[in-house]
């Protein structure tokens, strides 16, 4: 992941802590958008959940909780010891 995969530039901290949306929400929000818009494709690793916590300027159970979020959501599965992938088949996009 190189450094325009994390918040975008004109948004410091993406945003994060402003507003009424849960900041592991928002992280989760950006990390799907990068996932549908090809920057993690099918099958591929994130980065690890400490690196994406200092990237966003979040602390490690905020990232940990945007995981679940995306396992929920069925965008990664997570395989103990070795990290988070990008699903191979993307389900529908929500409302």
């Known amino acids: 992941m190189d450094d325009s995969d994390g918040p975008p530039a004109d948004e410091p901290a993406a945003g994060l802590g402003e507003g009424p949306e ?36 979040v602390s490690y159970g905020s990232v940990r909780r945007a995981m679940a979020e995306l396992r929920d959501r069925a965008l990664v599965v997570t395989v103990h010891g070795r990290g988070n992938y990008v699903v191979r088949q993307l389900p529908a996009q929500r409302a």
């Open 22 to 57: 849960l900041v592991y929400v928002h992280v989760a929000d950006h990390i799907e958008s990068r996932i549908r818009a090809g920057r993690f494709p099918a099958n591929s690793r994130l980065p690890g959940e400490r690196d994406l916590a200092r990237r966003y300027g």
